[in-house]
């Protein structure tokens, strides 16, 4: 189960990954749920990105 701050973060990186900064402790979290990766950015900075199964557990909340 996801911590509300984690569920947070999930919200944030889908909808704002340039401006999360991958070294907070929520993304960890979420890496191992396999619920985001972190991927190169062009610049050289990682940005976190959703996974298809962080898509799909944000779906089903909107849903609810």
Excluded at 18 to 39: F, K, S, T, Y
Excluded at 55 to 60: E, K, N, S
């Amino acid at each position: 189960m996801l911590s509300p701050h984690e569920l947070a973060t999930l919200m944030l990186v889908k909808n704002a990954p340039e401006r999360m900064e991958v070294d907070r402790l929520e993304l960890g979290a979420l890496r191992e749920l396999q619920l985001i990766e972190i991927e190169p950015h062009e610049v050289g900075l990682p940005v976190p990105r959703v996974t298809a199964r962080g898509d799909a557990i944000l779906r089903a909340i909107a849903r609810a």
